[in-house]
């Protein structure tokens, strides 16, 4: 009985032992559990710094697969994507990736000391997205008043990228955005009247993809843009954007009473302006010969 204790102990310790080891990561595991970490941009740039083209290649794609990009960090993936792809002879890719990184960068021009093997790929990308029917992209017009207002969006998406807009505003410096979704092209969203004393309304507008990256924006969460109110009523005033009665006093301006008046005060004035700087006629001279009648005939 004691011998056969022996034999089970042993054998559950070596169990343990056993799998105790196994669950302390080897080397190679450690490796593969850190490439397998979520990427960053500044990785992939890092590497491309160090020109070291297949890695700096390999994260900034699987960046591009990731969710929830701003728009900053989709267009430098992408630059590193379709510059490491034409440098290791990926050419359609390069095409590809070139052709996207415009989409979200209309602006954007290759470095052409990179030479004919990056600009190649380039050109051909940058014609292909002159023959787009619009030019993709977004903008946002405020037009807001103290008592509220509204942003008008329009989405500009000939390749079909964008699933959905994202519209944040705030009447405060800092602090939560009220953030409303709205369908891609043109859209407009109610501004709430902004509190006791603000003027300035901070908004973004973002275009985001399936995976809820920005392909485009007009300003961010971070770095908004900017309207300030035009003079307006105040919910609940006299106005009839309020909704409220309208006094019966208001400016004497608007008594039709102080215009009656004021038109005949100016006519009286024009026509003693009329008189007064009417020039005088030339003095006349006559001498009178009083004729006195006796009946009908001058008296003698």
Partial sequence: ????????????????????????????????????????????????????YDKANEVAE??????????DQLVRAYRILAVTDAILDKEDQAREAFLQLLVFDPEYTVDTNLGPK????????????????SKPGMEVVANVRADG???????????????????????TSSGEYTVTTVGVGEASVEVAPATAGRTRLDFYALALDERDNAVFEAGNPQV???????????????????????K????VFSSPVFWIIAGAV???????????????????????????????????
């Fill in 1 to 52: 009985m004691r011998k056969l204790r022996r034999v089970v102990l042993s054998v559950l310790l070596g169990v343990s032992a056993t799998s105790a080891a196994s669950a302390q990561p080897k080397g190679k595991d450690r490796a593969a559990r850190a490439a397998e970490a979520p990427a960053d941009v500044e990785t992939a740039e890092q590497l491309y710094a160090k020109l070291d």
């Fill in 62 to 71: 699987r960046v591009t697969k990731q969710r929830n990009l701003s728009h």
């Fill in 118 to 133: 990056v600009s190649a790929p380039f050109i051909e990308a940058r014609g292909q997205f002159r023959s787009l029917p």
């Fill in 149 to 171: 207002g509204q942003l008008r969006v329009t989405t500009r998406d000939p390749t079909r990228i964008a699933k959905k807009v994202s519209v944040g505003y705030r009447w």
């Fill in 224 to 246: 908004p843009k900017s309207a300030f109110a035009e003079a307006g009523a105040r919910p609940g005033g006299g106005g009839a954007a309020g909704g409220g009665n309208e």
């Fill in 248 to 251: 019966s006093g208001g400016s």
């Fill in 266 to 300: 100016v006519a009286g004035g024009g026509t003693a302006a009329f008189f007064a700087f009417r020039p005088e006629d030339p003095a006349t001279r006559a001498s009178l010969s009083p004729q006195i009648r006796c009946g009908a005939e001058l008296c003698k």
